[in-house]
């Protein structure tokens, strides 16, 4: 689908769902991650990530398509367009709209978190934490002893 198609295909979504013109461009956006698309509010585009539409489908397109067109119109009319906003929630539920859009990455080895495990060598009292410490310069914040790292897990 091109970026010309892609245009054509919102401008009839929102003539069908909102009864309203679409007068601006959108655009597949390969650099968006995590998002299924997004409303710019400087230039009224849209962009839309490619992978919504290799790895849902054309149903989750349209969702996501929905999404943003209520952040357009709300915007342009001058309501409240933020995702917060009772506006912009109410025109979700007529639009049967969805909130979020399905998973569009998963979680690598990068993004996996590790868990570390420090013990305190005198009253071995446990301490849980996301990032590793400097056994050198921590110590127990009980006995004030020295602490050795018990384990270290990844975590999905």
Request: positive net charge.
């Amino acid at each position: 689908m091109t970026d010309q198609q892609l245009t054509e295909l919102i401008c009839n979504i929102s003539e069908d769902v909102f009864r309203k013109d679409f007068q601006h461009r959108a655009f597949f956006n390969k650099r968006l991650r995590t998002t299924g698309g997004r409303y710019m509010l400087r230039t009224h585009h849209i962009e839309v990530n490619p992978l919504v539409l290799e790895k849902h489908g054309m149903e989750e397109l349209i969702g996501v398509i929905k999404h943003e067109l209520c952040h357009y119109h709300l915007h342009i009319e001058g309501k409240g367009y933020k995702h917060r906003d009772a506006d912009f929630r109410e025109l979700l539920k007529r639009t049967n709209s969805p909130r979020f859009c399905s998973q569009l990455v998963e979680r690598n080895e990068r993004t996996q978190t590790k868990n570390y495990t420090y013990q305190c060598i005198k009253c071995s009292l446990q301490y849980n934490r996301k990032i590793r410490l400097n056994t050198l310069k921590y110590r127990c914040g009980k006995c004030l002893g020295n602490l050795i790292l018990v384990s270290s897990k990844k975590v999905k």
